[in-house]
């Protein structure tokens, strides 16, 4: 990359939370609520995708309608609270964060009161100009629409900046918007699955920061 990007905007789950245990065995008990399989750590790292209404749907294998969809999420999030205490961040977040010599932001599909408390609780308001989550109560979506905002609010040119994310929506949403795209190969998703994007694709966050830069 000749063009030096300016601005880093992390993603929550899976990336700077190291939280894939804890968002399968949230999924099993919302999967057990309508007497789904068991998923283990690999299948959601192959399977997962967004929206997740979708990925309920494969691995149910049948239409999830939206009431239906409700239900499942808010199961998943009650269960997922539950254990959101004892998670913690990936190994290297902190030293990646402060790698970076441009300004931060972080962009979660995570419900946005909640988000800004867990970022307080693990001290990364310092590093980070933004922090914006899910508005709303029901979670799943895209994530092209929310950067845009997010940039946006912002004031920032999408060619300015690079995501760092760990699922192939990342590298979608970036890409349309004409941002540039790191993907972390330790979160949500299968790094086969990543490669087969195209965009650059890091084992660390430190690794991640060093390609973005």
Known sequence: MNHVAKHLVWDWNGTLLD???????????????????????DDHRRDFRRPILDYYAHVLERPVGEVEFQLLDDAFHDAYRLGMADVKLAPDALEALGRWTGTQSLLSMFFHDELLIEVERHGLGVHLVRVDGLPGTVGGHRKAAYLDRHLQALGLDPADVVLVGDSVDDGEAATSLGATCVLYAGGFTDVSLLKATGLPVARSLLEAVEMAA
């Not at 939280?19 to 007497?35: I, M, P, R, Y």
Request: proline letters at 4%; charged letters at 10%.
């Open 19 to 41: 939280d894939l245990n804890l968002v399968v065995d949230a999924t099993n008990v919302c999967l057990a609520t309508v007497g789904g399989p068991v998923i283990t750590a």
